[in-house]
């Protein structure tokens, strides 16, 4: 059996979101091109109500993945499953490769997961890696104030930045949040 050599931050995802978080978002009718890749295209066997998801890489044979929707308490989400018959949320392909499929299948590991964690390249690509992806999330992040106060997300980044020591971020972020607590008080009608 070979050992496979990429890992999952090498791989490209596809998410229900990439495909239409839910199957009534969905722009247009037909073959649709994934943003960011106009190798991919996809389409559903049903607008109205898929139970299957077509996707093509490279003009290449289209894979049949079930779609299955998913009632949650504020919408709806959606899994896909693999050949293999493994629920996913995500669904991966390797590079130069045509074929989707979970991370079990394609032998995937995470990065963090192929070092030691004590030795000293380990924690700094640990910390690396983990800063990398504090970045990303704060620049995916929307809004940060939700009625004023921080979201719940941004309060998630927040901590995460405390563990790894950016004190000055979550300090700057508290002092921001005392000077509009403050300023509410001031603005605040008087009944």
């Not at 073959?31 to 106009?38: K, S, T």
């Not at 109500?49 to 959606?78: M, N, R």
């Amino acid at each position: 059996m070979e050992n496979n050599k990429y890992l999952v931050e090498d791989c490209f995802a596809l998410t229900p979101r990439d495909v239409g978080w839910r199957y009534d978002r969905i722009r247009k009718l037909g073959i649709n091109q994934l943003e960011g890749r106009n190798d991919i295209t996809y389409w559903f066997d049903d607008m109205d109500a898929p139970t299957c998801l077509f996707v093509s890489v490279g003009g290449h044979d289209p894979q049949e993945f079930k779609w299955e929707p998913v009632e949650l308490t504020f919408g709806e989400s959606a899994y896909f499953y693999c050949k293999c018959g493994y629920k996913a949320r995500k669904l991966f392909l390797v590079p130069n490769g045509f074929e989707f499929k979970c991370r079990i299948c394609q032998k995937l590991k995470y990065r963090l997961s192929s070092m030691n964690p004590n030795s000293v390249a380990g924690r700094a690509i640990h910390t690396f890696d983990r800063m990398t992806k504090l970045i990303e999330v704060r620049e995916n992040m929307a809004r940060i104030f939700y009625k004023g106060k921080y979201t719940k997300r941004f309060n998630r980044f927040l901590e995460h930045c405390k563990v790894l020591g950016f004190n000055d971020v979550v300090d700057d972020a508290q002092s921001l949040n005392e000077v509009i607590q403050s300023q509410k008080i001031f603005t605040k009608p008087v009944h």
